[in-house]
């Protein structure tokens, strides 16, 4: 019984920057990899960013690489993805994800846990 909330979504133009916050609430998610896809309309889900129980190893989808920082907090049961540098094709619902293995998420697999999403706009 783990829920995850989604928060940090809004507004930003092209070059602008955004941070997106994911705290799960119910069960301690110990051991538990972290990951956020995001889904524009009309579009499949893609894998974002992955990080490891112990963030000594992330993965990024090349689309956001250099741009992107996924982080974690283990004490707050938090997640975060700090976007920089946004361009319009970043504009889709983010979504927080938790599994057993980053690597896994990487490939959308493994994915036990799903918030809900936060909109995500990039426009000029």
């Known amino acids: 019984q783990v829920q995850l909330t989604e928060s940090g979504g809004g507004y930003a133009q092209p070059g602008g920057s955004l941070t997106l916050s994911c705290v799960a609430s119910?069960?301690?998610?110990?051991?538990?990899?972290l990951g956020w896809f995001r889904q524009a309309p009309g579009k499949e889900r893609d894998f974002v960013a992955s990080?490891?129980?112990?963030?000594?190893?992330?993965w990024y989808a090349d689309s956001v690489k250099g741009r992107f920082t996924i982080s974690r907090d283990n004490s707050k049961k938090s997640m975060y993805l700090r976007m920089n540098n946004l361009k319009p094709e970043d504009t889709a619902v983010y979504y927080c994800?938790?599994?057993?293995?980053?690597?896994?998420?990487?490939?959308?697999?493994?994915?036990?846990?799903w918030g809900k999403g936060v909109l995500v706009t990039v426009s000029s």
């Open positions: 994800a938790g599994g057993l293995s980053a690597a896994a998420l990487k490939q959308n697999m493994g994915t036990d846990y």
């Open positions: 119910g069960r301690s998610f110990v051991g538990t990899a």
């Open positions: 990080i490891t129980w112990s963030a000594d190893t992330t």
